[in-house]
């Protein structure tokens, strides 16, 4: 039986992905939209998020997708109204709220599943097999794209809370988090903070064990998503944002999943609803904070759209 | 029967608190120091930890008192060594450094204690047992101190992972949130760094709940560590750290610990011991990396020592 959600924040990231994985899916009605300005053609609209909640008691799960800032806000409204929540990366604005959010959904018996869409990329589940039961020696993060093909005009990247380099780089370290065999912590970070802006548009992290991070957004041409792993017992290389594996420098068939990632984080949606259950890992958005206390700020030329 | 301690790190905090407590406790002996500079009359002085790890099984305790940033590695040895731990604060220089010690003591069998001594001063304990039972209607931190009185020429504070004004402010987040009946996240800050300093000198921020902090290391004359409660049921003021307490503008005579801050940190170390259990309490450090995640970056004039 398909369960009906709500979409809440319907901008880039909704249309581009949560709509076409809604459509498709066999566990999902999309029964309702909440936004101020966004609508999904057949789909009844709203503009007021307590409205939908008091009117639309038939629609059990909601999803959120507008920026981390106000996303607090609307996921204690939706808990507290007994509905299930599934959040877009990163999970909020806070650690914290964060928190305070699964101790809530814990209390009333409710599904909050804080997503990464990034893990659900097809070669991210054999890379994690590959790498279950070798020692990692070294590995390397090379994360560089062009944050004005991305976010053409989103100053909001820039802004208290908008995380910069970090809104790509969380997906980075979802991977990272998911695959290595055992966990890192960051020991050093060097910040790059535009000087007309507030949050860095590039960071060069190290970690304990040997990995290391260079996040860039301001790289125009070909873009580069990958992540390195020397192994003791061979090499691995993930490209494309976790896409494409390569063994010992040879592309390798293991991809054992079949759908894309958004599809699949619906598909995990469901089955956590189904049993009655949370996932709440917050190790990325914690190397994140983590680089943010610890790093060294560095000024460079100033970032215009 | 008393065990055996040593201190690493012999600087300010170590001569000015931790040598004193130790002194006077009914359950620990300080065995050992290990520094690089500093040492204790009378107290066998090591340079090395390794060396101090092998040569002095006896001592099953080691209390780590150095700055943040270099406090992991001496704990992951202590604890790899089969070593108790107890960690001044702030814990580490990141939250996932202090979640890997944590991971680790845990599969070791071992007691790691994260220390919060403002936690520990007079009133704070008859404050929580008053607001326990009560509805929060505002609160207001006012942590107002002299960095050149406190910390005289310690750079470090102001280095990458100094914390800046945090390094007091933490203390001020851990007794709020030992005595606050529920807990709260930050929804915004305002942070001033010094355009020559990498951390900020002062900070104000907002909470839920209408709690709000105002941190600033540049009060010359008297200084202010003040913590005020407004409830349905009356008004709760913590002054001098902690240490004094007011009910509705009359001082409280509800005191009902005898201890200093350091005895008390190093009794309830010993009780933890005796149990075989940790006391990892981060909520104060996840709100400083929080601020410095969330919070708007404003220079201000060039600070000297």
Chains 1, 2 share one sequence.
């Not at 964060?98 to 869409?117: M, P």
């Not at 990247?157 to 910069?164: N, T």
């Not at 055992?182 to 802006?197: D, I, S, W």
């Not at 490209?239 to 010992?248: A, F, I, K, P, S």
Request: glycine share 8%; aromatic share 8%.
């Amino acid at each position: 039986m398909s369960l009906n959600v709500a979409l809440v924040g319907i901008g880039k990231i909704a249309l581009d992905q949560h709509v076409p994985a809604l459509k498709a899916s066999p566990d999902f009605t999309l029964a309702a939209t909440v936004s101020r300005k966004g609508s999904v053609e057949g789909v009844p609209a709203f503009t007021d998020f307590a409205t939908f909640l008091e009117s639309r008691p038939d629609v059990t799960v909601v999803s959120l997708c507008m920026p981390p800032a106000p996303r607090y806000d609307y996921a204690e409204a939706a808990l507290l109204a007994g509905r299930h929540v599934m959040l877009e990366k990163p999970p909020g604005a806070t650690l914290s709220e964060v928190h305070a959010l699964e101790a809530l959904a814990k209390s009333k018996g409710l599904t909050l599943y804080a997503t990464w869409h990034s893990r659900m990329a097809h070669a991210v589940a054999p890379a994690k097999a590959w790498l279950k039961d070798k020692a990692v020696q070294v590995a390397h993060i090379t994360w560089r794209e062009d944050v004005r093909k991305w976010h053409p005009g989103q100053d909001w990247v820039f802004e208290p809370g908008g995380m910069g380099v970090f809104d790509p780089g969380i997906n980075a370290l979802s991977i990272l988090t998911e695959i290595l065999p055992a966990p890192v912590h960051l020991k050093k970070a060097r910040l790059e903070f535009p000087a007309n802006r507030q949050t860095p548009i590039a960071a060069q992290l190290t970690f304990s064990g040997n990995v290391t991070a260079d996040f860039d957004w301001r790289q125009e041409g070909p873009q580069t998503w990958d992540i390195e792993v020397q192994t003791s017992q061979g090499h691995l290389a993930l490209r494309m944002g976790g896409n494409v594996l390569e063994l010992n420098g040879k592309p390798s068939g293991g991809e054992n999943t079949i759908m894309g990632e958004y599809p699949a984080l619906y598909a995990r949606m469901a089955q956590l609803v189904k049993t009655g259950s949370s996932e709440v890992d917050l190790s990325p958005m914690t190397h994140v904070a983590d680089a943010l206390t610890l790093g060294e700020r560095v000024a460079v030329e100033d970032f215009h759209f």
